[in-house]
């Protein structure tokens, strides 16, 4: 029961969406699967919004190291919530005014816009902002041209990075141009060469090559996870045994 | 000086990444953008499209990664907007309805004579279930979305009424952050249902989606670099936009991002010499 | 004092002397607006009457927009205090995860903590709009969504009990939290699992698969239309068919990498180093994108420094 069902229940719903691809009259089986797919989905948040809400609060309540800063998390949390589920500052929707609760929770100067605006969007947006810097001082200490594959990683990393810029045109267009028109009296002779034409060259050729070759493996390793978990063969999203 | 680079506090380092960019912020400086032909296909994959086409505008990133793609996003709506194209935006992220609503109001703001909500239009907003809401949608629309986010019926918006699902849409227009986005759109709906799709990214997911193109997806634009040469595409294609401050976001980035490029390559070349003179210093001893 | 709070106490002498001098000089990190009152379409104001009476709402106005040719404010223009409030905290808050890079600090723990919340119960409460009551309580209880939050929905829309399966599921998806029964997740966990493995299994064999597979069968000599040979075309498709082959089989570990193989699995290796730094570098380009953005919120939507050009 507490590991039959859910095995039977993996494999019905698989095997059911697998099939509405190829028999037309599954297809509506497979949509409203995928329909109840999305509505578990939504609550799915709501078990993430509950499940940090429990850890928190139990770190505040056995006072472990750093739960005043818990207490911050479940306030901010709690107001978020509150002002969200509230409609707080919420306007009626022009279409029906008459129903006070019929205008978008995330209305241009609500309160749970205010939050989005400028609590979440400028600290979520600076977070992932300080990666930039963490990515100057890795190539200063971590990047060397140990070996071969190496070295052309690097050489690789510098065309892109000046030839994504003005300054592979800047470096290479007219140097070229003065040697195409020299050597066989066209100044596009050798535009080939230059950084921003060779940077297309390699996301087009090589790049697109090994993604490709990558995109293939990882193909072949969904198709094979996805028939273990649906044959039943892989049972780890289970948990331990109980 | 070997070991004065050796044991550098990184705290350098990020004031150094901070100035590069700063201060060519501060100070204007732009280059030209000379479109490549991935731009330039992305471009023609909209402006080729009879006027009025339908175009679904899924736009999938959140603010973590606006700084990249917001430009791109605004580009594209302008663009579709000038071509009096028809537009259904959607989002598969959560923290992408704001971004939406942002894009509409640059059709209220710069195009609202021409542009009606309802018939021009239509804001369908967020629905939970990542690839599970492009498996819905590709089929039957309306059993997820039966309004839009003024909660007005579908069936009473005049663009929509007859709506089955996306597979009438001329093109989907995707701006993406990650998981879920244009990868996703192209496996479960470009590819498969033969929908014309370009596809709008960040740096770090450009590279994986080249595989698609130009079979699964008709053009790709990667990063803020691309941005600003679409952005240069419409302004050489529309000049009308270059009075717009606002249509030339990306172009005023490629300043900074030229100067810190130039800034890690140059912490590249220096960390290499440091390693190979501290290897013969070792090696001598 | 230790190194870290002399370099803290730097930065906050420069910052404070910085804002010091920016007051001085201009005003800055303010947000007017201009109160707009809405207009119903003549089918609703019909519908109400005098019943509604249409309310204002507040639209941004751009700085460059606030003051006439004399520097006066606008008449319909005026200081809104919750979003010059909210800007300041963005600002602020913006400002302390910067502080990160000086060193861990009580002021990045703190915005830390707020994120984390905000952004969890933000996604709660999206999910909750659009998924709960949207396409849950709007398909089992139609009638109740429709005089309360959904008016939209047709009167014809009668309850679809069906839905209750949906809803049982998501109930014991919860039961997670609970201290006992924990084993009741697994049933809509297991659908969902099911559910990704079924689509995903077709999904990325069709696209990723066959699809790759076909892109590759390319031809390596190309014919241009006056029957020409377009080398550049040839040598692209020998390239990505040579390059793509060479990938796999370096991945192809059931075989030992020696001899004719061993050559094309270091060539695939080679292919894929490019591969990776062509990656690497448009990673610092997006990056550097980021924090692009954040300076631009700082310089132009905060401080209101002049913009160039």
């Known amino acids: 029961m507490k590991r039959t069902v859910p095995l039977c229940i993996a494999a019905l719903v698989g095997f059911v969406l697998i099939l509405s691809e190829f028999i037309p009259f599954a297809q509506s089986w497979g949509r409203t699967a995928m329909i109840w797919f999305d509505i578990l989905a939504a609550f799915a948040f709501v078990l993430g919004g509950a499940n940090l809400l429990k850890i928190h609060l139990l770190k505040i309540s056995s006072q472990r190291v750093g739960w005043g800063y818990s207490v911050i998390t479940v306030a901010a949390f709690t107001i978020t919530m509150v002002i969200g589920l509230g409609k707080f500052g919420v306007t009626p929707s022009e ?6 609760w019929s205008g978008d929770y995330l209305q241009d100067g609500s309160g749970f816009w205010w939050m989005y605006q400028y609590v979440y969007l400028p600290l979520a947006s600076t977070m992932f902002a300080l ?11 971590a990047f060397r041209a140990k ?12 065309i892109v990075l000046l030839g994504r810029t003005y300054a592979g045109i800047w470096l290479t267009a007219d140097p070229l141009a003065w040697l195409g028109q020299t050597l066989y009296g066209d100044p596009q002779a050798l535009a080939m060469f230059r950084l921003d034409v060779v940077v297309e060259m390699i996301m087009g050729v090589f790049n697109m090559a090994g993604n490709r070759a990558i995109m293939i493996g990882i193909a072949l390793g969904i198709v094979a996870l996805s028939l273990k978990v649906l044959l039943g063969v892989d049972r780890s999203y289970l948990g331990s045994e109980e | 000086m070997g070991d004065f680079f050796t044991n550098l506090d990184r705290r350098w380092i990020f004031l150094g990444m901070g100035i590069v960019v700063a201060l060519p912020m501060l100070l204007g400086l732009s280059f030209p953008e000379e479109p490549s032909d991935m731009v ?15 175009i679904l505008m899924a736009y999938d990133y959140d603010p973590a990664t606006k700084g990249e793609l917001e430009p791109m996003a605004a580009a ?19 923290a992408a309805v704001p971004m939406l609503r942002q894009n509409i109001d640059i059709l209220e703001s710069e195009f609202g004579d021409d542009y009606t909500y309802g018939e021009n239009y239509v804001n369908l907003g967020f629905r939970p279930g990542n690839e599970g809401v492009i498996k819905v949608v590709v089929t039957d629309l309306k059993e997820l979305y039966g309004n839009d986010v003024n909660g007005q019926d579908l069936q009473k918006i005049p663009m929509t009424r007859n709506l089955k699902n996306i597979q009438q849409m001329d093109l989907i227009v995707n701006v993406s952050a990650g998981t879920p986005g244009a990868k996703e759109w192209v496996q479960y709906a470009a590819s498969k249902y033969e929908i014309k799709m370009v596809a709008g990214v960040t740096g770090v997911g450009a590279p994986a989606l080249y595989p698609y193109v130009p079979a699964q997806l008709t053009g790709l634009l990667g990063a803020i670099k691309a941005a600003a040469e679409y952005e240069q595409t419409l302004i050489d294609a529309y000049p009308e936009f270059a009075e717009n401050p606002a249509t030339n976001e990306a172009l005023r980035r490629m300043g900074p991002q030229l100067i810190a490029h130039i800034y890690i390559v140059a912490l590249i070349i220096l960390g290499n010499c440091i390693y190979f003179t501290d290897k013969r210093r070792g090696a001598a001893r | 004092m230790n190194r870290n709070q002399n370099v803290t106490l730097i930065v906050v002498i420069v ?39 249409p309310w204002t709402i507040e639209k941004p106005v751009d700085r460059a927009e606030i003051r006439d040719a004399q520097g006066q404010l606008r008449a319909d223009v005026h200081l809104n205090i919750q979003r010059t409030l909210g800007l300041w905290l963005a600002a602020l808050g913006t400002l302390c995860i910067l502080s990160f890079l000086i060193g861990d600090n009580v002021f990045y723990k703190l915005a830390e903590a707020v994120v984390v919340g905000a952004s969890a119960a933000y996604a709660m409460i999206v999910g909750f709009w659009t998924g709960i009551v949207q396409n849950l309580f709007g398909k089992l209880m139609p009638g109740v969504m429709r005089e309360t939050v959904l008016p939209g929905i047709p009167e014809s829309n009668t309850a679809e009990y069906v839905y209750i399966i949906p809803l049982i599921f998501s109930v014991m998806m919860l039961w997670r939290l609970a201290p006992v029964g924990g084993w009741i997740s697994r049933w809509p966990l297991a659908f969902f699992i099911g559910a990704t493995a079924g689509i995903r299994l077709v999904e990325y064999l069709d696209a990723d698969f066959v699809q790759q597979i076909a892109a590759t069968i390319i031809p390596l000599i190309v014919v241009a239309a006056d029957g020409s040979i377009d080398y550049a075309a040839s040598l692209k498709n020998s390239l990505i068919v040579v390059s793509v082959l060479s990938c796999l089989v370096y991945f192809f570990f059931s075989f030992e990498h020696r001899g004719v193989m061993g050559v094309t699995a270091r060539v695939g290796i080679w292919v894929l180093m490019i591969t990776f730094g062509a990656g690497f570098g448009m990673t610092v380009m997006g990056r550097i994108a980021l924090i692009s953005d954040r300076f631009n919120f700082l310089f132009y939507e905060w401080l209101w420094l002049p913009k160039p050009g």
């Open chain 1, 147 to 158: 070996n071969t594959e190496a070295i052309i990683l690097l050489v690789t990393a510098f």
């Open chain 1, 131 to 141: 990666l930039a810097f963490y990515i100057a001082s890795a190539a200063f200490r």
């Open chain 2, 40 to 54: 330039r296909d992305v471009f023609a994959a909209v402006d080729t499209l009879p006027e009025g086409s339908n």
């Open chain 2, 76 to 94: 594209f709506t302008r663009h579709c907007a000038k071509k009096k194209h028809k537009l259904y935006f959607i989002t598969l992220w959560p």
């Open chain 3, 15 to 53: 910052a404070g002397v910085f804002l010091a001098i920016r007051a001085a000089t201009g005003e800055f990190g303010k947000v007017y607006t201009r109160t707009e009152t809405v207009e119903f379409t003549p089918e609703v104001q019909e519908q109400v009457g005098d019943s509604v009476k």
């Open chain 1, 95 to 100: 279409s029906f005014p008459q129903f006070t």
